[in-house]
């Protein structure tokens, strides 16, 4: 007997419930490799329930969506663009209650970090801090920052805690680097290559982490058709490793396509080299895009329909929590 045959016979012993507890210790993309053993792990991995325990990958994207209400105004409300199952049951929110305008900001490891406005007063808000696969929210108590705070960023990581923190980037303080579970942040500095920016709009840069590494692509200095790609594998060094090099004439089959003009990095895949883009292809029209940075391949997801004064809407990567209750605050 082969050692395949041996593995196989091995994994028909197993117990259901020793299965999904498995898994569960897994990362999400060694998951969805598992769906293909058998129609009988498919089953185990979809099935609700085990879901709850399983690591989850990327479902789709939240984003702000509008339409006119009776009185014929303007509302903004949440909406959600997904793959083949969408993972919640009310992507414009509404279980978040008394509230006439909900406006998703950042999503962060299955949460989601929204600006709500009240039915009444007209003129207050709420920030919400909500889970969509549990319908689960908290309202944030204020703080003595919030009229001088120009930014907040969520962070929220179940490996590491089931306490989410959100923080107030204080327009006054230029040293706005702060802590978090007891551990003191520090600078990253870049090289020389990868401090590109022009005048009028800043940065042409995006950071992110796949993997457990953190990606930054930026426009090369005397080339708009093309991004650079650098890892930080050891987060304790300051080595930004080259990766890959990108050509945007070939993802956007145009000859030298602007960076925050014509397209906008949004998101790098979790588990995997992906990377998303939305395109201005035309003056009406936005296409949501990836591209495979391993193989070169690019893939047109959808159409974009939805437009306010930003030339591009934020799109936010979701990965569902599915734990029953919502985790706590600082």
């Known amino acids: 007997m082969d050692s395949t045959k041996k593995s196989a016979s091995a994994a028909a012993h197993l117990t259901d419930d020793l299965i999904v507890e498995i898994l569960s210790r897994l990362p999400a993309k060694s998951v969805c490799c ?12 979809t099935n609700p329930e085990h879901r709850k325990k399983i690591p989850q990958t990327l479902s789709g994207f939240f984003y702000r969506s509008c339409r006119l209400n009776h009185e014929k105004d303007m509302i903004i409300f949440p909406d959600f663009r997904h793959g083949q199952r969408r993972p919640f049951s009310d992507p414009s929110l509404t279980f978040i209650t008394g509230y006439k305008l909900i ?58 805690s089931l306490h989410f923190h959100v923080f107030q980037i204080i327009e006054e303080d230029e040293d706005y680097m702060g802590t978090s579970l007891g551990k003191t942040w520090r600078t990253i500095p870049l090289l020389e290559t990868m401090r590109v920016e022009n005048f009028c709009r800043g940065p042409f840069s995006f950071i992110g982490q796949s993997q457990g590494l953190l990606y930054y692509i930026n426009m090369r200095d005397c080339d708009t058709s093309k991004l650079s790609v650098r890892i ?36 790098i895949h979790p588990e995997c080299n992906l ?25 047109v997801i959808c159409s974009l329909k939805e437009f306010f004064y930003d030339e591009f809407l934020p799109y936010l990567p979701y990965v569902p929590f599915l734990s029953g209750s919502l985790p706590g605050h600082s």
Do not use: Q
Not at 127 to 140: D, G, H, I, Q, S
């Open 34 to 45: 598992f769906k293909c053993v058998s129609w009988h792990w498919y089953g185990l991995i």
């Open 275 to 299: 990377i998303f883009f939305v395109w201005r292809c035309e003056e009406d029209m936005h296409m949501l895009v990836s591209y495979d940075m391993d193989h070169g391949k690019v893939c």
């Open 103 to 160: 406006i998703p900001k950042i999503c962060c490891n299955g949460l989601l970090f929204c600006l709500c406005w009240k039915v009444y007063p007209r003129d207050e808000s709420d920030y919400v801090v909500c889970n969509p696969a549990t319908e689960k929210w908290v309202v944030l108590p204020d703080s003595d920052h919030d009229s001088s705070a120009c930014a907040y960023r969520l962070f929220f990581d179940p490996a590491i």
């Open 232 to 267: 930080l594998e050891d987060y304790d060094g300051d080595e930004w490793l080259f990766k890959y090099s990108i050509s945007t004439t070939h993802i956007f089959e145009e000859k030298n396509p602007m960076f925050d003009r014509d397209y906008c990095l949004i998101a």
